[in-house]
């Protein structure tokens, strides 16, 4: 089971909104990070085959992406909005679902209660879909995008807006799922990936800037993330020469958490970088780069 993404290019108009993205992504879960607009959405879609690349190719268990109705006999999708008739039940949306993805009737029921057990939803399936927390419906999405006992799950977003004990309780959910399939979610929040992810690759303005373990992500923030005591006065010229990641206000001072390539000043404390460091020191460095 894997994907495996070779030169794909998607363009709307002159836009490039993804360039040459080449990726191989196991079983496991898999995180695709990236600032808003940098093409996670975009890459997602074409592989649950919704979209078409521009060019390049990818093959999922050894299919070919052209060859949609294959590729959707085996993906669940869950798409960032992602909702139901609202004054329907639970268990009654998820039926009409599994019409909708052809499953026989013999064996509707029986999956759908299985699926309810699986996401701990069955104490909520007689509620109408409007009335779940954000959590549940993100669960409900899940369930719905295992109707058909998918090999591969794309996940977009999936912890927007949820309460940390629901997100640590999704994340255990897809960490289960994940024994035997590919998960691949997206998140801009670097933290996210930590928690989940044993891999990763993150896009920057359509292009991958990163791709391995998160391991060897982390190390990258090694010697580059400092914290500092600053007066006020001195802030705003501190914010021009480095990239602040959080400040904190004590009284008079300011302690500041920062990035720099240059070497340590006696006044700086070096820290441990955690992923969010690491990957704004990514990010800012790449954008240097750029500009
Ligand atoms: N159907 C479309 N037509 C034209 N441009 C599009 C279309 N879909 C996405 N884009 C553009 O492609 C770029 C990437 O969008 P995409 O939704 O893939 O990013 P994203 O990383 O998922 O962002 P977010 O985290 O905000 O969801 C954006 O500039 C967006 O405006």
Not at 42 to 67: C, F, H, V, W, Y
Request: hydrophobic fraction near 40%; glycine fraction near 6%.
């Amino acid at each position: 089971m894997e994907i495996i993404i070779e030169h794909l290019h998607k363009n709307y108009g002159k836009q490039k909104v993804l360039q040459d993205i080449s990726l191989h992504i196991p079983v496991g879960m898999y995180g695709l990070l990236g600032e808003n607009g940098a093409g996670k959405t975009t890459l997602m879609r074409i592989l649950a085959a919704m979209s078409e690349p521009s060019a390049g190719t990818i093959r999922i268990n050894g299919i070919d992406i052209k060859n949609k109705k294959e590729i959707r006999k085996i993906i669940g999708y869950l798409p960032q909005e992602f909702s139901v008739y609202p004054n329907m039940s639970v268990s009654s949306a998820l039926d009409y679902l599994g019409i909708l993805a052809e499953l026989p009737k013999s064996i509707r029921k029986e999956r759908i209660n299985e699926l309810l057990k699986q996401v701990n939803l069955e104490p909520e399936k007689n509620k109408r879909f409007k009335n779940l927390s954000g959590g549940m419906k993100r669960r409900f999405g899940i369930a719905q995008a295992l109707l058909n006992h998918p090999k591969i799950l794309i996940i977009d977003e999936p912890t927007a807006g949820l309460d940390p004990e629901e997100r640590l309780r999704f994340y255990n959910l897809l960490s289960e799922l994940a024994m035997d399939r590919v998960i691949l979610l997206s998140t801009h929040i670097a933290g996210d990936i930590e928690a989940a992810c044993t891999k990763a690759a993150i896009l920057c303005a359509g292009k991958v800037i990163f791709e391995g373990n998160i391991d060897s992500l982390l190390k990258l923030g090694n010697g580059k993330v400092y914290t500092t005591i600053l007066l006020q006065k001195e802030l705003e010229e501190f914010k021009q020469n480095y990239h602040i990641i959080s400040i904190y206000q004590n009284g008079a001072n300011i302690s500041c958490r920062f990035l720099s390539n240059e070497a340590p000043r006696k006044e700086w404390v070096s820290c441990n970088p955690t992923i969010e460091d690491s990957y704004m020191y990514l990010l800012s460095d790449h954008k240097m780069e750029v500009e």
